[in-house]
């Protein structure tokens, strides 16, 4: 009896990608309630520059210790002026907004982010705007009013607080665009250490101008909050972040904020107690159908 020779079949690589972008949607969301409890015990301009400060050390302290500094001094610079977008202006903008609107409304307005990142990018960057993206686009943008206008008109939310976030939105599309537009290269560890510094850096003295350092309640829910946000929000979800970018494209990893919205006011109720009314539900539909039509792969003409 002859034996048919064996063949080896290699096993296919584990793909890892749905795994960062599960992880980066659980954490950034998470990222508004963890948020909204730092701001109800501390000032958000010394919380933040706290926070940035530190992640920042921790990841250059890391990186100097293993002797591995694999950037070049250009891709330094853009990564320090992303800090300024992505973290200084992004966050300080959004913690000030948090003091007066919920956890849950302000993740649900970030996660417009899509919408104006994919309109950037088809004039900046060359990624492409048809007729289905544009549609996709156009349902975020109405869900997310739709929400933002009925906690107005029930007053659950300032419109001082809702400015500060949409401020914070902008600054967050900006710092993606410039991302993807200066691409800069190297290890996006270090690029966010140096991103956190100079964002700490900044905030610093901002926040010891204008804060007031007595204000700060030291209680275990601050501290726990704290932690998670430097170690789970700045370190790691931000290094997520980027790697989507890298990978994805602006557009479709921008799009994943899209479902921060559930997972934000879950949260938020599960854990702050926020109410969530039938209307805020109805709210995302329209965002979730839009960003199935900004992901959806165009079909290939055969």
Not at 21 to 38: H, N, R
Not at 42 to 48: G, R
Request: hydrophobic letters at 55%; proline letters at 4%; aromatic letters at 10%.
């Amino acid at each position: 009896m002859s034996l048919a020779p064996s063949i080896s079949v290699p096993r296919s690589r584990f793909n890892t990608l749905p795994l960062a972008i599960g992880v980066f949607c659980l954490l950034w969301s998470y990222a508004f309630v963890a948020g909204k409890i730092g701001v109800t015990h501390c000032p958000p301009l010394i919380l933040l520059a706290a926070r940035f400060s530190l992640a920042g050390v921790l990841i250059l302290g890391a990186t100097a210790i293993r002797g591995d500094w694999s950037l070049s001094w250009r891709d330094a610079l853009i990564f320090a002026v992303l800090g300024i977008a992505n973290n200084a202006l992004y966050l300080g903008l959004g913690y000030t907004g948090l003091q007066s609107v919920s956890a849950g409304l302000g993740g649900l307005i970030v996660s417009a982010n899509p919408v104006f990142t994919a309109a950037l990018a088809a004039l900046l960057l060359g990624e492409g705007m048809t007729w289905r993206k544009a549609s996709g686009l156009s349902l975020g943008i109405i869900g997310v009013t739709l929400i933002v206008w009925h906690r107005l008109a029930v007053g659950t939310d300032s419109l001082h607080g809702i400015l500060f976030t949409l401020a914070s939105l902008a600054s967050i599309v900006a710092g993606t665009i410039l991302f993807k537009l200066f691409a800069p290269k190297g290890s996006l560890w270090i690029g966010n250490g140096v991103q956190n510094l100079a964002a700490g850096i900044v905030l610093t003295p901002v926040a010891l101008t204008f804060a007031d350092v007595h204000a700060i309640d030291v209680t275990p829910s601050l501290i726990g909050a704290f932690a998670f946000l430097v170690l789970g929000g700045s370190i790691l979800a931000y290094w997520l972040w980027f790697h989507l970018l890298k990978v994805c494209g602006a557009t479709a990893a921008s799009a994943y904020h899209f479902l921060m919205p559930p997972l934000g006011m879950l949260f938020a109720f599960l854990v702050l107690g926020e109410h969530v009314e039938m209307r805020d539900l109805l709210g995302i539909i329209p965002v979730a159908l839009g960003i199935y039509l900004v992901t959806r792969p165009a079909k290939a003409i055969v």
